[in-house]
């Protein structure tokens, strides 16, 4: 879950070995912002491109380093917290047996304590070796260690963060969609249009497939008379639903509400993703990737190449690409879900590095054969590959339907998890607001079951039914409370875990301590943020000025 609400750490669901544990946050961070990264890389140049992609890449990489650290600092936390209990326990309790230590084979050691009164309580069981309090056993979601570490406007400013940025994730899906289904909805088709210089009413037939507009005018110095003459002129228009009557702005309309119909009712209830679920998507998502590649490495091999190429560097795509680039290297907020059940921990961050290292060049492998492709990129890029003007089924032409529709079948079963992440965030947020901690934490039913499911799902439909610039929503996602997710928040929750820890319990043995987690690249990842987020905000600003901005 995106963030996750407050609670309590839970046990990991099944374990699985390292060799999955790749695969499944390789399939984490491959998601929707892949589709609008070739756009936004061409828009910055090249070279200038190719460099904020890797910086990027790196600097994801490492704040999830500063995830992983905090998750071990949460772990560390109950365990000495609990042990500082039991020591007190033992002072006041004069009944108490002594400790007994028991080494089997020389590999174990089990610490056995006894109470009289309560024989249920503290029995623990700690393998031999050094700092095995900061082993990552239980799952704490970003939004449990918040609630450990943070002060409470921390806590808000946390559920602020990952409320908005949710919210954007919505809006790109409720664009997406509707969108993708629309471009398959609506073909283009070659109109030819012939002027005679008659006087009489326009009329309109079908010759050969194609929709031939004849249009009768007068000669030129006559009011009435026969023509004499014609020109034929030709022009590219929408047929939606196979008839030019209805827009594709109407059609993109019209797929919204079906959009808005099948998967918001799924915000009101409870819902989980399967496995079966997240392996159908995970497939449908890697054979797209390898095909995009595949298809456009095949037409330029054809001879079908972009012209003119990008330029080397564009300054001015510099705040679009960083916007989409942070969203599409986002993993650090379901890291948790992630990495707690893998078997063994060993070799972390090595792991972590290769992930994002194959990422970053399926990234650059996207990106640049794209650029190399197509002149003009659409902001999703599988509808390049869709050719709505074909009169027949190719091979190339059902592949480019499937590409078309990919984001459609992927993304609708996301669509509700995230919604359903977003209310339980919503909820987390005015419990803190509203200091509502009261049993169970639950708001009056009317409350719960419908006022927040609506607070999720309106503001996207909303977004969605004002603008259809998938590029710009994920550039602003990305930008802005995409920066606190992925740079703010690690960061803040490493340095809090280990004050926290140091405060109480004056130690800190991290053996999953970053390599990074040091005053100096603290320093440097909040200068790059802030700069970054103050070259954004001025760029937004003056394409608001240009009447530019979505």
Partial sequence: MAGGAAGSPQEPDGQYSSVFAFAYIFNLVIGVGALALPL?????????????IITLAFMSFLTTSYVVEAMAAANAYYILKERKERRALTRENSDIQKPALVVCNGLQRVTLYLFLEKQRHFFHLLPLGESDEYEIRKKYELGTMANMFYHPIGIVLYYVCICVYLYGDLAIYA???????????????????EVVMASSVSNATQINGYFTDVYYEPESGSGSGSG????????TRHMCFGSTAISDTHTYYICLAVTVLLLCPWTFFNLTRSKYLQLFTTI???VAFVLMILLAIVDMAQGHRAEPLPPPARFKGFPVLFGVSIYSFMCQHSLPGMITPMKTKKNLLWMIFSDFALILFAYLLLTLTGAFRFSNLEDIYTLNFFNSSATRVTLRVFLGYYLALFPVFTLSTNFPIISITLRENLKALFRVLLKKW?????????????VFPLLAIIPPILIAFATRNVEALVSVTGSFPGVGVQYIIPLTLAIA??????????TYDNKHKSKFSNVPVFI?????????FVLIIVDDALKIKDGHFI
């Fill in 497 to 506: 875990g280990r004050n926290v820890i140091m405060k109480e319990f004056s």
């Fill in 175 to 193: 664009v997406t969609i509707p969108k993708s289904m629309q471009q398959v909805l609506c073909s283009e088709r070659k109109i030819e249009r």
């Fill in 40 to 52: 936004a890389f061409t828009q910055a140049g090249l070279v200038l491109g190719t460099l904020l």
């Fill in 524 to 532: 440097f990842v909040s200068v790059w943020t802030a700069v970054s």
């Fill in 438 to 450: 009261r049993g169970d934490g639950e708001f009056h039913f009317v409350v719960s079951r419908i």
């Fill in 228 to 235: 004499s003459g014609s020109s034929v002129t030709y022009e």
């Fill in 284 to 286: 449908l998502r890697n």
